[in-house]
């Protein structure tokens, strides 16, 4: 089945496109606690999601990511709630649906797809074609909701971006797919972002754009974004960073990202080769807003090197992907965080 491109059609129009910023973040301040599966307020509070999207859409967002994130059998499994997934990614599409069709213009809605939680065979229990169903019914209802895109993000291993992608193109719809290089510059299954273009190669349908989220820090994200722009130049590449560099206070994550760093992001990244450019964790409706005014503003420049990222921004806080090495910690915990 050949799938609708929407994200080229806006990119013909607009040149580049901002997407949405941190999911998980805006719902702690709006009341979710903590152990909570933001997917199950698609159905308790309904209101609050519409919220999240329509404050992205009112900074100027033109693609906003589903309140799906953890929507696969497996994630949901964790709150019970594993015999629920086409119903919950269906209404977390409706209402992003809702939202992006009162914006009076177009707004992309983009499913999002996290990652299982679950290791592939040889390292886990789970098969590739046991994801690749897990996928599917998880894509099929955000299809029957109104998604446009599967966003499948925040992904470490390749086979398992694969997976999405093949259940995606199963189920008809075009997608995406970033990777987390939050692994000294390396996802933590040790995929580089150079080789980030070629994780789906042989499949029936390309996708629609690639690229990274999450991860460490706005200047690390930077230099993944050069190695993947360098490989590729012609590919749409998505880049969707973390608002600064997380900092635990007591038992909380903060993050140093101001609206004047993001917005130095944003230029960078679009000087980069970025397509797409958004926010990931830590990223607010107002850095959203402050990113869409620099955007617009901005007249794409010189490619910068990674000293000038570091100058511009900040240190960064991965080593250089040159070698496998354990994950650290900090990764840990942002990885399983996901679309915080």
Excluded at 16 to 30: E, I, P, S
Excluded at 61 to 73: E, K, V, Y
């Amino acid at each position: 089945m050949t799938a609708t491109n929407p994200i080229d059609a806006l990119l013909a129009e607009k040149g580049v496109l901002l997407a949405d910023g941190a999911t998980g973040t805006n719902l702690f301040a709006m009341g979710l606690e903590a152990g909570e599966a933001p997917e199950l307020l698609n159905e308790t509070s309904p209101g609050t999601i519409a919220s999240l999207h329509q404050n992205f859409v009112d900074a100027g967002a033109d693609i906003i990511l589903t309140n799906s994130f953890g929507g696969t059998r497996h994630r949901l499994k964790l709150h019970h709630a594993q015999d629920r997934v086409h119903d919950l990614n269906k209404r977390a599409a409706e209402i992003a649906r809702s939202v992006a069709d009162k914006a009076g213009r177009k707004v992309i809605v983009a499913g999002s797809v996290g990652p299982t939680g679950e290791l592939l065979v040889p390292l886990g229990a789970m098969t590739y074609d046991d994801a690749v169903d897990a996928f599917a019914e998880q894509i099929e209802g955000l299809k029957a909701g109104g998604a446009e895109v599967a966003w499948i993000e925040t992904m470490s291993a390749p086979d398992e971006i694969r997976a999405a992608a093949e259940a995606a193109i199963r189920v008809g719809l075009p997608y995406t797919y970033t990777g987390s290089f939050d692994t000294a510059g390396r996802t933590m299954m040790g995929l580089l972002p150079k080789d980030i273009h070629g994780v789906v190669d042989g499949l029936s349908q390309a996708p629609l754009g690639v690229g990274a989220n999450c991860g460490v820090g706005a200047s690390d994200i930077l230099a993944s974004l050069l190695d993947m722009t360098e490989a590729k130049p012609e590919a749409t590449v998505i880049v969707k960073g973390n608002c600064g560099i997380p900092e635990f206070r007591g038992s909380e994550i903060h993050y140093s990202g101001t609206p004047e760093l993001m917005s130095d992001y944003v230029r960078l990244a679009v000087d980069a080769g970025a397509r797409i450019v958004g926010g990931c964790c830590g990223t607010s409706f107002a850095h959203l807003a402050a990113m869409r005014k620099a955007l617009d503003a901005h007249t794409k420049a010189a490619r910068p090197t990674v000293e000038t990222i570091v100058e511009r921004i900040g240190p960064m806080r991965n080593k250089v992907a040159t070698a496998n090495t354990p994950e650290t910690s900090e990764g840990r915990r942002e990885r399983r965080r996901g679309r915080a």
